[in-house]
C-alpha cells in the first residue's frame, strides 16, 4: 500500500513538474519600441534604441518598404524563452 502511494506521488510530482516547464516555455511577450534601423539582411535586421541597446531580430515578415538605414520605425517584436526575438511589424 506505501508503495503504491509512493508512485502515485511520484508520477503526480513529475507530471506537475513537466507541466510547469511547458508554461513557462511557452510564455510569449510582445515588445514594442521606436529604434534606428542599424542593419538590414534577408532572414534578420538589427535595430538600436533611443539608449543605444542593439538588438538582432529575426525577420518573418514582409520589409521591402523598410529601404533606409539610420532612419527611425516604430518596431514590433514578440518574445520567447530560449528562441529568438521574432519582428512583428515596422511602421515608420
Known sequence: MKA???RVMITFGT???IFGIIVTLSKETIMQEHATLVQKKPNSITIENNK???TIL??????SHV???GQEY???YKKKKLQPLKLVSIKQ
Open 58 to 63: 529575426s525577420n518573418t515578415v514582409d520589409i
Open 74 to 76: 516604430w518596431i514590433e
Open 4 to 6: 503504491k502511494l509512493m
Open 15 to 17: 507530471t506537475l513538474l
Open 67 to 69: 529601404t533606409e538605414m
Open 52 to 54: 543605444g541597446r542593439k
